[in-house]
Structure formats: C-alpha cells, structure tokens
C-alpha cells in the first residue's frame, strides 16, 4: 500500500510540474490571423493596414488613425507620395 502511494504521489507530481512549465511558456509569435480586419499593438486593437499592389508595382495602403485616412502610394520609378485626408 505504501509503494502504489509512493508511485502515485510522484506521478502527480510530475504531472504538475509538467503543466505548471507548459503553461509558463508562452508562444513567441502571437499575431492576430490575416482574415481580421485588427492586429494587436502595444495591447491594443489597431485597424489593419489596406494595402493593394498591382502587377506594375504601385502600392496604395491606406491606414485608419481616428476621423484621419493615411495614404501612401509607391509608384513604379521608386518614389512614395503620402498624404493625409481628415
């Protein structure tokens, strides 16, 4: 009787210990998935960039801050133009 309490004590243990480390470490890489319109910053829910490039390489993305559009355009010669609409 004592032996199988021995065995069950030190299974528990180990089983406890074993969770306690596995929820300890956490995941290194914690983005939000590419379906959501939000991505997580400083801990907080912040609008996704709207980014389009087209096959001659112009990039438009549009970034909401509030009542404000955030615009920056890449053109093909390498330039970017950015503007702000409120």
């Given amino acids: 009787m004592r032996r199988a309490f021995q065995i069950l004590l030190t299974l528990g243990a180990a089983a406890l210990v074993g969770t306690a480390a596995t929820a300890a470490v ?3 890489n914690r983005s939000t998935p590419s379906a959501w319109n939000w991505e ?26 509030g009542n404000c559009v955030s615009v920056t355009e890449k ?12």
């Fill in 26 to 28: 956490e995941p290194a």
């Fill in 40 to 65: 997580i910053k400083d801990g907080k829910r912040v609008p996704k960039a709207e980014r389009k490039v087209d096959a001659d390489g112009t990039a438009r993305e549009e970034v909401r801050r």
């Fill in 75 to 86: 053109l093909p010669d390498g330039t970017i133009k950015k503007s702000d609409h409120c």
